[in-house]
């Protein structure tokens, strides 16, 4: 089974690019969503994080208060480490058991969308990478407009992860979103048929 791994930087388009794969048929694994249910109530990560940041990151249900922890992590490189020192095998792990299903079923291409596959480590679950491409001042656009967020704040996410241009260099297959969703849904069409072709 080929596992295309498939990234980009914040606000590339890396989601996007994932459903509108979803949508022509292929299977997508969404890193997002695994991280999600990585700090479900009673994990042994969300204790990690409780342990590691307090239960001030706790909502009254019990369940992780995401935007608290962002704003925490983003702006303090060493409890964005320790974070993802808690997070990124809990991911893997939850990662490798879903490709392993769909392996079993037969599936011949998946996709792994993770934001960082790279920082993770998790490019080594892959055969090949596609990254999501665009230059930083549409990057920066789309991250304020998407996030609310303002310039500094946009600029500090975007500086929290390995350069777009460092992973456009070490992916296999660079995709440029600086245009129109329907230019990527085009692309993305014409090189999933293709990928089917040569199965």
């Known amino acids: 089974m080929r596992v295309i791994g498939l990234t980009g930087g914040i606000a590339s388009g890396k989601?996007?690019?994932?459903?509108?794969?979803?949508?022509?048929?292929?299977?997508?694994?969404?890193?997002?969503?695994?991280?999600?249910?990585?700090?479900?109530?009673?994990?042994?990560?969300?204790?990690?994080?409780?342990?590691?940041?307090?239960?001030?990151?706790?909502?009254?249900?019990?369940?992780?208060?995401?935007?608290?922890?962002?704003?925490?992590?983003?702006?303090?490189?060493?409890?964005?480490?320790?974070?993802?020192?808690?997070?990124?095998?809990?991911?893997?792990?939850?990662?490798?058991?879903?490709?392993?299903?769909?392996?079993?079923?037969?599936?011949?291409?998946?996709?792994?969308?993770?934001?960082?596959?790279?920082?993770?480590?998790?490019?080594?679950?892959?055969?090949e990478i596609w990254v999501i491409d665009l230059d930083e001042a549409t990057q920066l656009q789309r991250v304020t407009a998407r996030d609310g967020l303002s310039s500094q704040e946009a600029r500090q996410r975007m500086a929290a992860q390995m350069?777009?241009?460092e992973k456009a260099a070490r992916g296999d297959l660079v995709i440029d979103n600086r245009g129109s969703i329907e230019e990527l849904s085009a692309r993305l069409r014409g090189l999933w048929e293709s990928q089917r072709e040569n199965i």
Not at 77 to 85: S, V, W, Y
Request: glycine share 10%.
């Open 15 to 127: 989601s996007t690019a994932a459903r509108l794969l979803a949508e022509l048929g292929a299977p997508v694994i969404d890193a997002d969503l695994l991280a999600r249910d990585a700090v479900l109530p009673g994990t042994g990560a969300l204790a990690a994080i409780v342990a590691a940041f307090g239960n001030r990151l706790l909502q009254k249900d019990g369940t992780l208060d995401r935007g608290a922890l962002g704003k925490l992590v983003f702006g303090e490189p060493q409890a964005r480490r320790t974070l993802e020192g808690i997070i990124h095998p809990e991911v893997r792990s939850l990662a490798q058991r879903r490709l392993q299903e769909l392996e079993e079923s037969g599936a011949r291409i998946v996709f792994y969308m993770a934001p960082l596959l790279m920082e993770a480590g998790a490019d080594s679950l892959c055969s």
């Open 163 to 165: 350069p777009l241009a």
